[in-house]
Nanobody, 115 residues
């Protein structure tokens, strides 16, 4: 059974930092492209960042220079480090694992940026 379990969400003040984790099980982690998406109320789900098995990263323009993505193959975990958070970063963040036409999603974790 495939599981992607996110953790690390919460409430943070503008300008603060937060780190999300996504632990994967039931997949051959090292061959998947891992990523993070987010969705705010009334908006479509959007790409935040991805990282391929070779370590190539891609970021949404809105988070470039503020967010980083990394993986730990030994722990089957992908991380999203979020710095200089803004109120517009408030959303449910979803972990995703993609390989060819196969796409798995986590249940999401809420990130709220507010003073």
């Amino acid at each position: 059974q495939v599981q992607l379990v996110e953790s690390g969400g919460g409430l943070v003040q503008p300008g603060g930092s937060l780190s999300l984790s996504c632990a994967a099980s039931g997949i051959r982690f090292s061959i998947y492209t891992m990523g993070w998406y987010r969705q705010s109320p009334g908006k479509q789900r959007e790409l935040v960042a991805t990282i391929t098995r070779s370590g190539y990263t891609n970021f949404a323009d809105s988070v470039k220079g503020r967010f980083t993505i990394s993986i730990d193959n030994a722990k089957n975990t992908v991380y999203l480090q979020m710095n200089s958070l803004k109120s517009e970063d408030t959303a449910v963040y979803y972990c995703t694992a993609v390989w060819l036409s196969t796409n798995y999603w986590g249940q999401g974790t809420q990130v709220t940026v507010s003073s």
